[in-house]
């Protein structure tokens, strides 16, 4: 791209470009925009960056105490997420934000075990410890689906403990999957290619049996009751959708990519039904990487078949959807070389030249947000497709451009973006790495 090209989209960028200063109502504008929505999906274009986490807890707290909005719901496992989730709302015993992370133990351990979330989990606590005893306390919840094997163990405690006749049925079911000792790339690709049996029939089983019995179950103890079968039950989902999903990761990364982001944009589903059933009108925070947030129709993912839950969401709720995402120019990140590695504190490169981190570094403000709905001059010149970077747990500056890059168009990716110049790295509550994980994910290298 020529430089006075470059300059002359950068001029336009700044003219509607709103600085950030650190001030709460530097996001009064993106209040208005967001205005009455019911979803406001907020990514983040590294899975290990500072500004990243803490800008989305600023936003998230604004839509809490000034939206109503009652549910976060993040990338993260359905069972170590509900942990965190009963902390939150004061129905469990773990005495502090760290013990109730605590069940993050899988790697990328810095991914939800970092200061950041440390401390917006303690907020979140204090909020809804000073609400009234008859408000709707703010939950958290995870989208993931990773945990075949720990929501497995969740369905099989609660009837154990509840239904000692179903939980028979249940572990009979379920044992098909222990020959694999928990390994569930093991299981996969035996069942892809025949080497072994699928346990499809009976996931698929366990999971319509706990369907029928919902009212049986929910009303034995009042809400809290209900709310923790909702949990049993989509633990129970999660193991179906998981198993597919390990089948599929053999046979391409389209398939098991599209399987994964529909399970997050059917768990968000579950979640909104769940709770308006309980009476209001549910509104949801989602937060996740930019490449399952921003609408994939506008990337290059959808000409190669793939989906996500940004489109997911704009398709079924349109209107009532927000997506908002980050960017940065350079910095530091908390990542890794390889899958299962340590977590290094890594420099950032400088953007490519002509991609739109190396628009927004033109403009000279160090973080500003971008309203992207409007149609007006500055959605004209940002709707040439252009690069975009993104960075999962593995960042490999050596092979950025293959590893790190796609093609968006922007304004029809997301509503608004935040872009900060200059970003460093989480900082992890471990620090000694003590991460283990068999299963490798469809995202491998980048690992988004």
């Not at 028979?168 to 379920?174: D, E, G, I, P």
């Not at 093991?186 to 009976?202: H, N």
């Not at 919902?214 to 949990?231: C, H, I, L, N, W």
Request: glycine content about 6%.
């Amino acid at each position: 791209m020529p430089d006075a090209t470059k300059k002359k989209i950068a001029e336009t960028v700044r003219e509607f470009a709103h600085p950030l200063m650190g001030r709460s109502e530097d996001y009064d504008p993106l209040m208005d925009l967001i205005g009455n929505a019911r979803f406001v999906l907020i990514g983040e274009a590294s899975h290990g960056t500072h500004e990243f986490y803490n800008q989305r807890a600023l936003i998230t707290k604004k839509l809490i105490e000034e939206k109503g909005f009652t549910a976060v719901v993040v990338e993260a496992d359905w069972p170590d997420a509900y942990r965190v989730n009963r902390y939150v709302r004061g129905v469990d015993d773990d005495p502090t934000p760290t013990e109730a992370l605590s069940s993050f133990q899988r790697f990328p351990l810095w991914m939800w075990r970092n200061t950041d979330v440390l401390n917006f989990v303690g907020w979140l606590r204090q909020h809804n410890d000073s609400l009234s005893e008859n408000a709707t306390k703010v939950g958290f919840y995870g989208l993931d689906l990773y945990s075949l094997y720990a929501s497995i163990a969740e369905v099989l405690s609660y009837l154990d403990h509840n239904d000692p006749e179903a939980a028979k049925r249940a572990h009979q079911r379920y044992s098909c999957f222990e020959q694999f000792e928990e390994d569930t790339q093991a299981y996969g690709y035996a069942a892809s290619v025949g080497l072994g049996k699928s346990c499809e029939q009976e996931v698929v089983s366990q999971l319509l049996e706990l369907q029928r019995r919902t009212a049986e179950y929910a009303k034995q103890d009042g809400r809290v009751a209900e709310d923790e079968f909702f949990y049993i039950q989509q633990n129970a989902r999660l193991v179906k959708n998981a198993e597919q999903y390990y089948r599929s990761m053999f046979r391409g990364r389209v398939s098991s990519w599209n399987l994964r982001d529909r399970h997050m944009a059917e768990t968000l589903d579950q979640l909104v039904a769940h709770f308006d059933q309980q009476g209001g009108r549910t509104k949801v925070i989602v937060w996740a990487h930019n490449s399952h947030l921003g609408d994939a129709r506008a990337t290059d993912m959808a000409q190669a078949g793939e989906l996500n839950v940004g489109q997911l969401v704009r398709e079924r709720y349109s209107h009532d959807t927000v997506l908002i995402g980050f960017t940065t120019y350079t910095g530091t990140v908390t990542a890794a070389t390889n899958w299962d590695e340590p977590a290094q504190l890594k420099l950032v490169r400088p953007a490519l030249p002509g991609s739109y981190e190396d628009i927004f570094h033109q403009i000279e403000l160090s973080q500003f947000l971008l309203n992207l709905r409007d149609q007006n001059s500055v959605s004209a010149v940002l709707q040439e497709p252009r690069l975009q970077r993104a960075i999962g747990v593995i960042y490999r500056p050596d092979t950025e451009r293959a590893s790190h890059y796609f093609y968006t168009q922007l304004p029809n990716q997301f509503d608004a973006v935040i872009h900060i110049d200059d970003t460093r790295g989480v900082e992890p509550l471990d620090r000694v790495a003590t991460q283990e994980m068999r299963e490798v994910p469809e995202t491998f290298p980048s690992a988004l």
